[in-house]
């Protein structure tokens, strides 16, 4: 049975204002079509752009290709991104069918995949959810970023179609409560897990590389070799 990819992605914002991020997402949906299985269907997503000729990188166009895209001009993230994404879920399960398929991943767009590992993960999965809290790796010095707790990353994760509508109500709850911009959606991942008792597969690395620039410098989006980190 097919599987389905929610792929999330920003691509116009203040800190960028020459759309260089339109780039690197290009680069990273290229590797994303290159090393996933057959098995899975892939829908991109974006909160920033009103329809695909918004999008001003041809190399980005062309990553995208025909695959089914959901513009969702509504960026409610600039300040919590990941409450952003977490929009963009709740309205991707209120226009697809996730029933069709045997498992949803939830996936932040704009991270470079190494290898199939998740997927493969993904596939081979028994339980109805795989997450977890991973550790973040500056490959330059090898150091370890401290870890958060009482939470579950959410750059990637995957659940049966049963457990992913229900957290798509349960976080949009969440997004319509007068202090959700205080709650980071690593919180509400985990909130619902626990809150629910729902059991879980553990998957303690995800073989990323991630572009973190707002860490060096929140003002202005770069590409630097300082900014990457291993997840």
């Not at 959901?70 to 399960?93: C, H, S, T």
Request: aromatic share 12%; net charge neutral.
């Amino acid at each position: 049975m097919r599987s389905l990819i929610l792929c999330f992605s920003s691509f116009i914002v203040p800190t960028d204002p020459n759309k260089s991020r339109m780039e690197e997402y290009a680069i990273c949906y290229e590797q994303l079509k290159r090393i996933c299985p057959s098995n899975f269907d892939t829908i991109f997503i974006d909160n920033t752009i009103e329809c695909k000729a918004q999008i001003t990188n041809q190399r980005l166009v062309s990553a995208i290709g025909d695959t089914t895209f959901i513009f969702y001009n509504r960026n409610i993230g600039l300040v919590n991104k990941g409450l952003g994404e977490l929009d963009m879920m709740v309205a991707a399960e209120e226009k697809f069918d996730f029933d069709q398929y045997s498992k949803i991943v939830y996936l932040t767009g704009r991270k470079f995949i190494t290898c199939p590992y998740v997927f493969d993960r993904t596939n081979n999965c028994d339980s109805e959810i795989l997450v977890g809290n991973q550790p973040i790796i500056n490959p330059i010095t090898g150091g370890i970023y401290p870890m958060g707790t009482q939470m579950f990353g959410d750059m990637f994760f995957a659940m049966s179609p049963e457990k992913m509508k229900k957290y798509c109500k349960y976080a949009k709850s969440k997004l319509t409560s007068i202090n959700s911009i205080q709650i980071g959606s690593e919180q509400i991942l985990f909130s619902f897990i626990k809150e629910n008792d729902y059991s879980y597969e553990n998957i303690e690395h995800l073989g990323f590389v991630r572009n973190d620039w707002a860490m060096v410098n929140p003002y202005i989006y770069s590409r630097r070799p300082e900014n990457l980190q291993v997840v």
